[in-house]
């Protein structure tokens, strides 16, 4: 089975936004959507991908076949932030430290830009040669799951109205606005296999994307947001994602590199 190639443990963000790059430029469209869609696309931290990669590894799944779930993933993704940027939603005026896409272009091109990015995570897949056509069936039905009006968007819906919303309401909130998007991560790489494969690594992958989504959204309403206690609801979530990813019982260099790299960041804001 091909292997990542070695350069993208050295540096995953590079060779993956290499991909990526290479994938979204070489759409035709109309130039100045073609910007947006590569201005909004490009430049992420892509802990999906690398996830998505990470999972597609510990189940010996050619990372080529991966190529594909992991664009679909960063494009919904893309798509999702273009669009809480705008006016009507979040109105913010910067994301990744640069304008965000409605700024940088205007509201109309970045709906557009935002509607370009969904369309292109479904060709991302469907368009693949390196699937087969049951696995591209399986791959489209679950990101429409995971990103549509019982996943992501209804959790963007009910993102509208935070006001006295409980705590076990906030948790479903995140649950289907970010930890449905990292669930993808494991439950695409899992519609390439067989399906008479052991359920207990299934359920471990997603038991543990399920509790990183929710613990990565926490660290970022802190970040956004510093507070003593949600600094301790984060680490008490870093360390129920440690547990979960004991619970895979393989590990793996880029899952450590992630969970690495964000508890430097937890440790930071304790000093």
């Known amino acids: 089975m091909p292997q990542i190639p070695t350069k993208a443990y050295s540096n995953f963000n590079d060779w993956f936004s290499n991909l990526y790059n290479s994938f979204l430029s070489g759409q035709k469209t109309h130039p100045i959507l073609s910007q947006a869609i590569l201005y909004s696309g490009i430049g992420g931290k892509y802990v999906r991908a690398k996830l998505c990669f990470a999972i597609g590894e510990i189940l010996e799944i050619n990372h080529v076949s991966i190529i594909p779930l992991a664009i679909a993933l960063e494009s919904i993704h893309a798509y999702s932030l273009i669009h809480d940027d705008l006016p009507a939603i ?4 910067y994301r990744r430290g640069k304008f965000s896409c409605h700024k940088q272009f205007n509201e109309a091109t970045a709906v557009l ?11 991302s897949i ?16 679950e990101l429409v799951t995971i990103s549509g009006v019982q996943g992501m968007i209804y959790g963007q819906m ?7 919303r409980s705590k076990e309401e906030q948790t479903y909130c995140h649950e289907l606005k970010t930890a449905m998007l990292f669930n993808g991560c494991a439950t695409l790489p899992l519609c390439l296999l067989d399906l008479r494969s052991p359920s207990l690594i299934k359920n471990s992958l997603v038991s543990f994307t399920k509790t990183f989504g929710l613990f990565y959204q926490t660290l970022d309403d802190f970040e956004d947001n510093a507070s003593s206690d949600l600094i301790q609801e984060v680490e008490i979530q870093y360390g129920q994602v440690s547990e979960a990813y004991y619970q895979i019982g393989k590990n793996n260099s880029l899952i450590d590199s992630i969970l690495a790299e964000l508890h430097n960041k937890i440790t930071c804001h304790r000093r």
Do not use: E, K, V
């Open 90 to 93: 979040d109105n913010d005026d």
């Open 126 to 141: 469907c368009m693949s040669d390196t699937l087969s056509h049951a696995q591209i069936t399986a791959c489209l039905q």
């Open 113 to 123: 830009a935002g509607d370009a990015l969904q369309s292109l995570a479904y060709q």
């Open 158 to 164: 009910l993102d509208l109205f935070p006001q006295d």
